[in-house]
T-cell receptor
C-alpha cells in the first residue's frame, strides 16, 4: 500500500498560537488530500478537501480563516490552525486517495496529529 | 446532507463468537469502503464495494453491499482478540476523488 506521513504526531501549544500540520504522500502523487478531525470516541469528520494548485474546499461549518490549508505540491498539504483555542484540541488526520484501477480509489491515512491547546 | 449511520455503536463479544456491523446511508452510494481503526491508531482501508449486491470475503470477514446501494454490512466469523477496534464504513457519492462520508463507527471489543 501507499504511505502517508504526518508531522508532528503530537503538539501542545498555548491558546492564541498557530500550529502547522504537514501531510505528505511519500511514494505517490496526490492532487487531492482530505483533512479530518476526530474527537474522542467519535467518527472522522471531514473538514476540507485540499486541492493541489487551487483553493481548498471547506465543509459546511468549518471556518476557512481559522483552518488554513495549502497544497503547494503533489506530495504535500499543510493545515494551519490559527489562533488555536482549547476547543480546537482534537486528533487531526489527513488522507490521500490513490487511484488503484478504474475511477475508484482507496484513501491512505496519515498517522494523525494530536493537538492539545492549553 | 449525506448521513451514514452504523449500528450497533458498541459490541462486546466472547472470542470465537461472530460479529456484524450494519451501515446505512441516507443517499444512494457509488461505492462504499470499510476501514478499521485500532485504539490510538489511524483508519486502515479494508475493502471497497462497488456493485449492487456485491459480496466480498477476506478470510473471516464478509462484506456486503445492498441491492439499492444504500446499505452495507461487515460480518466477522469466529472473532479473535486481534479484531478489536472500531470499524467504519465510508460512503462515496460519485467517482474519482469525490469525498467520502464516514459512518458513525462500531467499536468491537473481544473478550478472551
Amino acid at each position: 500500500g501507499a504511505v502517508v506521513s504526518q508531522h508532528p504526531s503530537w503538539v501542545i501549544c498555548k491558546s492564541g498560537t498557530s500550529v502547522k500540520i504537514e501531510c505528505r504522500s511519500l511514494d505517490f502523487q496526490a492532487t487531492t488530500m482530505f483533512w479530518y478531525r476526530q474527537f474522542p470516541k467519535q467518527s472522522l469528520m471531514l473538514m476540507a478537501t485540499s486541492n493541489e494548485g487551487s483553493k481548498a474546499t471547506y465543509e459546511q461549518g468549518v471556518e476557512k480563516d481559522k483552518f488554513l490549508i495549502n497544497h503547494a505540491s503533489l506530495t504535500l498539504s499543510t493545515l494551519t490552525v490559527t489562533s488555536a483555542h482549547p476547543e480546537d484540541s482534537s486528533f487531526y488526520i489527513c488522507s490521500a486517495p490513490k487511484l488503484s484501477g478504474g475511477a475508484y480509489n482507496e484513501q491512505f491515512f496519515g498517522p494523525g496529529t494530536r493537538l492539545t491547546v492549553l | 446532507g449525506q448521513q451514514v449511520m452504523q449500528i450497533p455503536q458498541y459490541q462486546h463479544v466472547q472470542e470465537g463468537e461472530d460479529f456484524t456491523t450494519y451501515c446505512n446511508s441516507s443517499t444512494t452510494l457509488s461505492n462504499i469502503q470499510w476501514y478499521k481503526q485500532r485504539p490510538g491508531g489511524h483508519p486502515v482501508f479494508l475493502i471497497q464495494l462497488v456493485k449492487s449486491g456485491e459480496v466480498k470475503k477476506q478470510k473471516r470477514l464478509t462484506f456486503q453491499f445492498g441491492e439499492a446501494k444504500k446499505n452495507s454490512s461487515l460480518h466477522i466469523t469466529a472473532t479473535q482478540t486481534t479484531d478489536v477496534g472500531t470499524y467504519f464504513c465510508a460512503g462515496r457519492v460519485g467517482g474519482g476523488y469525490q469525498k467520502v462520508t464516514f459512518g458513525t463507527g462500531t467499536k468491537l471489543q473481544v473478550i478472551p
